[in-house]
C-alpha cells in the first residue's frame, strides 16, 4: 500500500485536534469541538478523517504498571547471530509475542536490538530473560541494564 494515499494535510485544526486529544482521548466530540474552536460536525469530519488516514491510531486505557506492581524495568541489549531480512522478520515476530517487552527498537550500533522489559522483580527477570528472550529466533548474546530509577516516561 502507498502510505501517501493515506496522508492528510494538515492545518491548523487538525494540529489543534491532534494535541487536545493526546492530553485527553476521553473527551466528546462536543468538548473537542469547543476546545479547537469549531462546531461539532466539521469537528466530527477532520476526527474521522484523522482516524482513517492513520493519525489517531486509537484509544486505550493507560494502566499504571506500578500500582500493579510491575515496577522492575530492564534494558535489554540483544546481538542477533543473524542480520538478514528473513532472521529480522523472524526475531520481529516473536518479540511481539512477549508481554513483559514493552518496547523494542531495532538499533545501529554495537547490537541489534534494544529492548524495554517490564517485570515485577529481577527473579521474574531473570526468567523472561533466559526463558523467552534468550530463545528468540537468531539471538547471540544479550546484555541487561537495570533501571534504577523512572524519571520521565512517556504515557502511551
Known sequence: MDIST???????????????????GRMTVTELAKRVG?????????????????YILGFRAIIDPVKLGMDHIAFAEVKLS????KALEEFNTAV????EV????????????LL???????RKYRAV???KISSLPH??????????????????
Do not use: W
Open 139 to 156: 539471538v547471540a548474546n544479550t546484555s541487561t541494564f537495570v533501571a534504577m530509577q523512572t524519571v520521565r516516561e512517556a504515557v502511551a
Open 96 to 99: 511481539r509475542r512477549i508481554p
Open 116 to 122: 524495554k522489559v517490564r517485570t515485577s522483580d529481577i
Open 102 to 113: 514493552e518496547e523494542c527498537h531495532m538499533i545501529a550500533g554495537n547490537f541489534d536490538y
Open 6 to 24: 493515506n496522508l492528510v494535510d494538515l492545518d491548523e485544526f487538525d494540529r489543534r485536534i491532534l494535541a487536545v486529544l493526546a492530553d485527553d
Open 129 to 131: 530473560l533466559g526463558e
Open 38 to 54: 469549531l462546531s461539532k460536525t466539521p469537528c466530527m469530519v477532520r476526527f474521522k478523517r484523522l482516524v482513517d488516514a492513520r
Open 82 to 85: 543473524d542480520t538478514r531480512e
